[in-house]
């Protein structure tokens, strides 16, 4: 800057001290400070909670510097923005990631030493942030930690939900859900951003005006809602670069309501007004069905609109010619959630800003891409047009419009084949007319991203293959991963101590692939009785937990073999019981010798159900109807005990896996698109016993299949056993057992099954051994 700006920045910095300083004297006196100015406490009287917001808030400092340094930095350089569209985004507890991150970890915990604090007492004061479902919403956040930590210019975008994922409470082994209001005690990790709200448009009509000479269309709407920004910044680790994921909480518009007060009725008016906010409510707890409900619809524009307005404003401070736009803007989108962004910024250009439908079209097919999460056809998003055409009526015109042109591209590549154009077409008629959102992504997305290869093999070849067969090149995968940040450096303190060492280095924090010289020291005894000693405190740790949240005590002696992850039938909770079943009464028919012999075990469930999924939660309550009978035969002792542990989410998960020494990815095979638990278990150190399916077909190549318990069916030999076992009399007699198992009471279904005929106990063995 220069003249007067130069000299007003000049005495800005003189104010200054610098940037915060970190040595544990300025972090105590920050620290008490907010005690007693932020959280407004006396700084000689506060508890753990008190010191724990008052520590959030000092570290919130740290990383404002480093993202007010980041937005200047990438102002003045202009790159091309990287933002990410996402409804869900799993983040969990933000102060041990961020100190961690900001490379302040061991200065926090000597100040707070100092002060007469534990630094991880006070980490566990935090609330789970769960504004996501599962794998697809926790991938978010991963990416959302990586892209700061590689220094990507990006931005994160999506909705703040009053009401995270619902709180699971078990009551007689039953889910009840309760509401997860996350905001009660504040959230130090945003900032409020008043001043960067937009309106939101709804409903209405769309009228035609001239203009030049020609026609424009208005959409006059018929509400308006008001998106205010809150900004969460997301440190990179070992970089200054700290991103911003900017959520958009709905409040009442003024510009609207002007004429509602007009009437009189004052507190009908006000109560309206009110309304609005719960567009950004409450996050939809379903993960893998779509369900057509007009206020997810609208939750999916509300913040795709904000998002829009926002990068448009952001571009043209700098630049206002719309043909730069694609150098300087590339949209991802995380499955078709957010898809009405397409439609949403043809409406902008064309409508708003003016430019010709041609040199609209042009730019979105250059700055859309999306990920796709999905395996199956039944997963995919179809919003009824009439719920469209009411909620946003110039939208459906803009996607009859693309629809149009894309049936004429069609019938001169494939001539007049109607039944693939009935497939391709992005309307897809019938009793009711919809919109299929994932076809109207891959027609204008330049690329469709896969999960993982064989989630790749499965969209070419299956979900997507007409498309494919058209556009092979837009058709891509990259396999997800997870962040060794949370996963590791923050979640296993003790083996990231144990790696830095061996390896006489940290660098791996930002280079994985450095795990890799590990493999020198692999057979040295010093390592290994290491290791064995951070297992052995991670277990002890868990047990404490397992006993905290349940009242059960199980012995860190035991193998805890573990599945955790949402409740599915696909995902095969199921069978896992069913082998535990199996084990308890294999257990129960050994001679003493052999008993002995048996390694103790653990087996450890947790998840949520969606509140709707009737099975899931059938299989819970199994689980714990199996627990009841198996954690109280004193006739197996310590031999065999389950246990679910309730309200997973991802806190609990960061407590779980290190302490695991067996995990099951056991999905039926080709179903999950990639699945990332297994790469957080892998990375602690635990033994896999999975199936040939999503990721973990890539796993086997990496680390061979005699380091993993690897069973069952591949992914091409699935659809027929499914052919055969329908025909099939086992297929039928399983069943039965099953439904015995799920209708009764555990105890009942065993008598019934020891009363009625051995041979539905040896059936059941013969099924599940032939399964697993
Ligand atoms: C999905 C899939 C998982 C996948 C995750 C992230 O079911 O297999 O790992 O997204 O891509 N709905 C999901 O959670």
């Not at 448009?312 to 995380?334: G, H, M, T, W, Y």
């Not at 299956?462 to 997800?480: A, G, I, M, S």
């Amino acid at each position: 800057e220069s003249g007067e700006g130069k000299a007003k920045a000049e005495r800005m910095f003189s104010l200054m001290d610098g940037f915060l300083k970190n040595d544990p004297i300025s972090l105590q006196k920050d620290i008490l400070d907010h005690v007693e100015y932020t959280v407004a406490r006396s700084r000689f009287s506060f508890d753990d909670f008190e010191a724990y917001q008052a520590v959030s808030h000092s570290v919130r400092d740290r990383l404002i510097e480093r993202w007010h340094d980041t937005h200047a930095y990438f102002k003045r350089k202009d790159p091309k923005r990287l933002y990410f569209f996402s409804l869900e985004f799993l983040m969990g507890r933000s102060l041990s990631n961020s100190v961690i991150n900001l490379g302040v970890r061991d200065q926090y915990a000597d100040a707070l030493n100092q002060l007469g604090f534990e630094f991880e007492v006070l980490a566990e004061q935090e609330g789970d942030a769960a504004q996501g479902n599962g794998g697809l919403a926790r991938l978010s956040a991963c990416q959302m930690d990586s892209l700061a930590t590689m220094d990507f210019p990006a931005w994160g975008y999506g909705l703040r939900y009053q009401y995270g994922l619902f709180r699971q409470v078990i009551l007689d082994g039953f889910q009840h859900e309760q509401p997860d209001y996350w905001l009660n005690f504040g959230n130090p990790w945003e900032i409020e951003r008043i001043h960067v709200s937009y309106a939101v448009k709804f409903y209405g009509t769309v009228e035609e005006q001239d203009l030049n000479g020609g026609k424009r269309k208005v959409w006059v709407p018929g509400e308006m809602v008001e998106a205010v920004a809150y900004d969460n910044p997301i440190p990179g680790y070992g970089t200054r670069n700290t991103i911003n994921l900017r959520l958009w909480a709905a409040k009442p518009s003024d510009l609207y309501d002007m004429e509602s007060y007009g009437t009189g009725d004052y507190i009908n008016a006000v109560i309206n007004r009110q309304k609005a906010e719960t567009i950004s409510s409450v996050l939809y707890p379903d993960d893998r069905s779509y369900q057509g409900k007009e206020l997810r619809l609208k939750q999916q524009y509300f913040f795709v609109s904000a998002s829009v307005q926002d990068i448009i404003r952001r571009f043209k401070d700098s630049l206002n010619d719309f043909n730069q736009f694609p150098e300087k803007v590339a949209l991802q989108l995380n499955d078709t959630h957010p898809s009405l962004a397409i439609p949403e910024v043809m409406r902008v250009l064309v409508d708003e800003e003016f430019l010709s439908w041609k040199q609209a079209w042009d730019i979105v097919c250059k700055i859309f891409s999306c990920t796709t999460h999905t395996v199956v056809p039944e997963g995919l998003e179809k919003i009824p047009v009439d719920l469209l055409g009411s909620v946003l009526p110039r939208h459906l015109q803009i996607i009859f419009d693309i629809n149009f042109s894309f049936m004429e591209e069609l019938k001169k590549h494939f001539g007049l084949d109607f039944n693939r154009l009935s497939q391709m077409s992005i309307v897809e008629e019938g009793a009711v007319k919809s919109i299929r959102m994932a076809n109207l992504s891959i027609v204008c997305c330049h690329t469709v991203n896969g999960v993982s290869r064989v989630h790749l093999d499965i969209l070419k070849t299956k979900v997507f293959k007409d498309f494919y067969e058209l556009w092979p090149q837009k058709f891509h995968y990259k396999t997800n991963g997870v962040t060794q940040r949370r996963w590791l450096v923050v979640s296993n303190p003790g083996l990231c101590g144990l790696i830095s060492k061996w390896l006489g280095t940290d660098a791996w924090i930002r280079d994985m692939d450095l795990l890799m010289g590990l493999r020198d020291h692999a057979g040295d005894a010093e390592l290994q009785q290491e290791w064995k000693m951070v297992r052995r405190i991670n277990k002890i740790r868990l047990a404490e937990f397992i006993d905290a949240m349940t009242g059960m005590m199980v012995s860190p002696d035991a193998m805890f073999d573990v599945q955790i992850k949402r409740i599915h039938e696909y995902k095969r909770q199921l069978l896992n019981i069913l082998g535990i079943i199996y084990r308890y009464d294999c257990i129960k028919n050994m001679k003493e010798s052999d008993r002995r012999k048996v390694v103790p075990r653990v087996c450890i469930i947790g998840g949520k159900a969606a509140p709707g999924y009737d099975m899931a939660k059938k299989i819970i309550k199994l689980c714990h109807a199996v627990g009841e009978t198996i954690n109280n035969d004193s006739d197996i002792d310590d031999l065999l005990k389950l246990v679910f542990i309730p309200d997973f989410n991802v806190s609990v998960a960061e407590l779980v896996i290190p302490g695991s020494d067996l995990s099951q990815h056991i999905s039926t095979a080709g179903h999950e698109a990639s699945g990332t638990g297994s790469m957080k278990f892998l990375m602690n150190g635990c033994l896999l016993l999975a199936t040939a399916d999503g990721a973990t077909i890539e796993i086997i190549e990496e680390i061979g299949e005699d380091n993993m318990f690897l069973f069952g069916a591949k992914v091409h030999e699935v659809p027929k056993l499914r052919e055969k076992a329908e025909n099939h009399r086992v297929a039928l007699q399983f069943a039965r057992v099953l439904s015995q198992i799920c209708l009764g009471w555990y105890v009942m279904a065993t008598l019934a099954m020891r009363i009625t005929s051995n041979l539905s106990v040896t059936l059941l063995k013969g099924v599940v051994t032939s399964i697993s």
